[in-house]
């Protein structure tokens, strides 16, 4: 009801602000078997870390991920993990001059208008710290899609009006974290990185793209009608902070299009049923279709700028927020692992959801 | 679990397959006091029903709704709320041809990998009649927003690549249910209903936009982070059949924007706290702010054309799929009234979720 | 959140009021495969019937079921199953001297301060006839518990003092559905039958219990923590109307025993693991252990007296509510396919939630 | 799906084995600005506490817990908190004699079957130590009914045969923490340390009874039919460790009672509708109506004893096992703050819950 949990089998509960004492995670109906290892986790909130570049936040967090339960000899056990991490670098006083003040684009005047009180410092609960939790939970996910041999890959795809072409030559998927802002290819992001330091250079942030691809799937993830696949990792995606927009398969691009031109017709490569095209992003009527799933997320630029922007405080004056902090002029590079993490635990649920569909798999 | 129901609070669930013998619903959570007139439901089904112009499928269906529980002198006692509408016009036998055969781009395959059977006649199940029930309950959902003069009004914004513009001197949200398109452009309309009839004599199909604006909400509904309002709007509307695509607010356009151009900032309106732009689209940090809510939602073309198509059938072999029955050529201006109900049940549940946020609102 | 749904997986909503159109329900995750005969839902249907014999109420429904959705060639197709039963015989005049008062022990006057306003008719959602739907819905289930060989199995063990004794050699499971009250006693019954025809003839009422028995179950159903299989049960039970306490196992019994006297001692009975005894009532921990499940559900007296009874009107003011209409003088004989039916729900959704338990069984 | 959570709106997730490194509790759909004191927490710990007197287990568990999230300034922000207890005093060694044999009446050999592995170290997730987590949330819910002049009071009715009588002139709810068997009659109290004492000495353990009542309750709360108010009451109660059985009103006593007997008639007091007598414990068509709920669970005598046993091994070898370890003799006086934390978290839950029922509420 309050929303901090996601998922239906495989389901995580998630809590923390952005300068309380820690962020964590119970993960709940994660099966008994999983290999988990913390380095694995660990891995994972690294590429979100903060830190972690000259185009990034510059907070010093380690982000040093505490296992609490439900593994045991390093396989979980079916009880409930819980991870934790505690905050290190929370620089409070930072905040004090937002203490009444509404900063434009972030969620302080929502927060106060719908709770009465918040938690101001650094965001609190709708600060993107939250992801964390996220990482660390996806980790476990992902863990258990390796021991079925399923793949998740994302990536930055566009930064500002800066957009990797998939089918240039160099295009490849094993550049993504060779450098700092997690594009595939090479050339593109020295472009990205120039541009990303350009816009911090002027007080400023800008916006980017995030593209996944999920492979190895069997066929019949996803329910029917309101629990499609695509519905569920749209809203895992929606749920990320600073997204504004989702697309699967064809996308957008699906608007202008003929159905004789979209449609995937189906042909067998050996035994598997496979189609010529993809337009359907590996999903139809909501459920997978054994080829790869393909989606885009929307990240809006950070609204946190390193200038003086006007707004109102809470007691409906006029006022000035000043850009002070230590913040990302573009989210795309840390997001990455984000997304990576989501598309993980919505497979991860399906998958275990798809498990009860028929009565003759329960018989054998 | 198997996806059926939508909603934690204002919670519908459906059921029903496109040629057998009903859909319906059962609406659970809907609070006592809303006055609810079978008219009102019956209003929004004429408005998605089939033959309802030339430019939507023939199929004949009356499409008339009973109320079988929950009201009682014409008011809404707390208790479920069931509406079911009986098919009519059900000519199973067109189906005999595609019994065995996987259509492209529809959830054949998908249906048969998932429960080993299913009913083939219409899609069965992945039909888009099982869109009558969610506009049945959105019509009840609608009925509680406007007695608390809440607004949702859709339209079509584009079809293939004829874009409405929103600043024309012509744009005019009284024009939508004045043409069959539901174009608030009544020139534009014009030229897309050609469009569409044009395509139709190829045998073809087309794609197709829907925007949406909801006003009168209060600053608070939408839950902080995995049940932000526009992820659950989200959802929603990528459950919808043929939907590729959700954004909101600046949506994908954000990607190539700066955030000095893209925050929104606050002033006064008299008392009200409003913002100069609206890039974030009514909701920021998840939380809606008082803002008109804008969103897009992308449409495939509809995957069954009037020409053959190569396939395979669910032996494995190589199969023909030809081009019969009654389909739309174009899904969107029969999608209107889908995308008004649902995200009417968005915003009931979330006002229903918002009232508990604090304990000063309990103990008053 | 309004309570009107049941079960995770395999999971129901229910609809209709007593003196309404209709009564029904949707059973969602109903795993495709499970064969359903009309008849055998009707068979439950009748069990539960009013008029049935001389000891129960003389309303007359045929209850004559119809399956509206999820079923083809005879089996489930994993889609939602949706059954209604039309009302037939509802004399609402019957209740207009009831319309403002407040019947003793009856949910009259809870309703109306809940909801401010109710349907009155027949007790409306409050009234037994809700049960048809959770009857309809349990007659699935136990087709699908029977393609599994698990048998439930519930009887009438007590009315008033009278107590059936499980060790006398008359007590025979197979005498359950050859008398009227439901008593595997065939002596006893006949006093229970006696007793009942005497309370009634006072205009009064008596309460009873009723035993069940689950057979052929896997080890392992049931969650470890607040999902534990026996406080599923108990809630199941605890919701029909008229129940006011459950027990398994060894039940209230257990508060005077020792350990020593308690505890299970394991064995090998050939291959398979059982217990000497059975106090336990075939769960620890939550979780099945192979052993038949066990437990007892006490049935308070029918507050419908054919007798006056002082009470309030709605506004404040003294009544006299007197005894009309058509009701039962025990519960307990029609009550039996109740507990069945929701102890068949349970097993089924449990059975399906313990797929998930395990990673080696996702591999396989 | 796991089990793992609780409540609708007030809702808890709980982690954590006996002999891991913590157990805790996530608390999503606390409403912003209630009173959360870190010593009324730890209060409620220290009554559940081993070690606190001499006729209970002697671990020693100091049960320090830290408020990691969703407080603010003390008072709750609206967004999830979190509680954790690190373990102390685990002696794992203890153990490892039990590691490959099936304790009877424990769930060794359940979860060892569902899950394939288990952490066999006091009982893992099966432990009562996990009741720690439901006290902490206990504890916050028992805050907020403080807000809302809600009472709660659980206490040992029975223990054994010795039975407190309600109606004695030395029944006196204020002696329940003065003594160490948490018993409202001083001398029945003197009688039960005995009777666990000499238990005790024996190597042996004894059931218990606890009763509860709740009083200051509006009118309104549970919900009709699954979700009735004692149905979720009982299976809060019947999800905690050892409990066999609940009952609520009249209980199991209600089945040789006659309807003219048992119904609470209604009358006025003031301003106020009570009833005459309270056989419907507080709660009628599964609504709360105004008066005190009453309610009893039994729970069993310790599996754990202090002699050996016969057993089997996870071989399916004959074994035998020891009495070892730390344990409770008799486990209700520790369980009684358990009992108050289960029945203050439904309270909470359906006070929230209550609030959603009526649009004329909505409307202010």
Same mark, same amino acid.
């Given at each position: ?18 300068? /309380?004492?820690?962020? /964590? ?49 390093? +396989? ?8 934790? +991490? ?58 258990? %899609?390796?021991? %079925? ?6 990536? =930055? ?5 800066? +957009? ?21 290819? #090479?050339?593109? #992001? ?34 029917? =009608?309101?629990?499609? %696949?695509?519905?569920?990792? /749209? ?7 600073? =997204? ?18 979209? !449609? ?29 799933? !393909? ?40 997001? +990455? ?13 399906? %998958? ?13």
């Amino acid at each position: 009801m309050a929303g901090s949990n996601f998922g239906e089998v495989f389901r995580i509960s998630t809590f923390g602000e952005s300068h /309380g004492p820690a962020v /964590g995670v119970i993960i709940d109906g994660c099966p008994a078997g999983v290999k988990i290892s913390l380095s694995d986790i660990q891995h994972q909130l690294t590429r979100r870390k903060p830190g972690q570049s000259n185009i990034v936040t510059q907070r010093k967090e380690e982000d040093k991920v505490e296992i609490q339960s439900g593994v045991f000899d390093g +396989v979980s056990t079916g009880t409930p993990i819980s991870l934790v +991490v505690y905050n290190k670098d929370q620089k409070s006083k930072d905040y004090n001059h937002i203490k009444d003040k509404f900063r434009p684009s972030h969620a302080d005047y929502t927060y106060d208008a719908k709770y009465g009180n918040r938690d101001y410092r650094g965001g609190g609960r709708s600060s993107a710290r939250e992801t964390v939790a996220r990482v660390a939970a996806g980790a476990i996910a992902q863990s258990m %899609l390796s021991q %079925l041999n399923i793949k998740v890959i994302s990536w =930055v795809s566009q930064v500002g009006d800066l +957009v990797v072409d998939q089918n240039a030559p160099t295009f490849d998927l094993n550049e993504i974290e060779k450098n700092i802002v997690r594009c595939p290819d #090479a050339e593109m #992001a020295e472009n990205m990185i120039d541009l990303i330091k350009e816009v911090r250079k002027d007080g400023d942030t800008i916006g980017g793209l995030i593209s996944c691809t999920i492979t190895g799937l069997p066929v019949g993830l996803g329910q029917p =009608v309101f629990d499609k %696949l695509h519905a569920d990792l /749209g809203k895992a995606m929606l749920s990320i902070n600073a =997204v504004k927009g989702f697309e699967y398969g064809s996308g957008f691009n699906c608007v202008s299009m003929r159905g004789s031109q979209h !449609n995937d017709i189906f042909k067998k490569e050996g035994d598997k049923v496979i189609t010529k095209t993809n337009y359907s992003g590996g999903i139809q009527g909501g459920i997978s279709n054994g080829m790869p799933i !393909n989606f885009n997320v929307a990240f809006k630029p950070v609204a946190t700028l390193m200038k003086d922007q006007e707004s109102l405080d809470k007691f409906g004056d006029d006022a000035t927020v000043s850009g002070k902090g230590r913040h990302d002029p573009c989210v795309v590079p840390r997001a +990455v692992p984000i997304v990576d993490a989501m598309a993980a635990l919505v497979i991860c649920d399906h %998958l275990l959801r798809s498990k009860v569909d028929r009565l003759d798999q329960l018989l054998s």
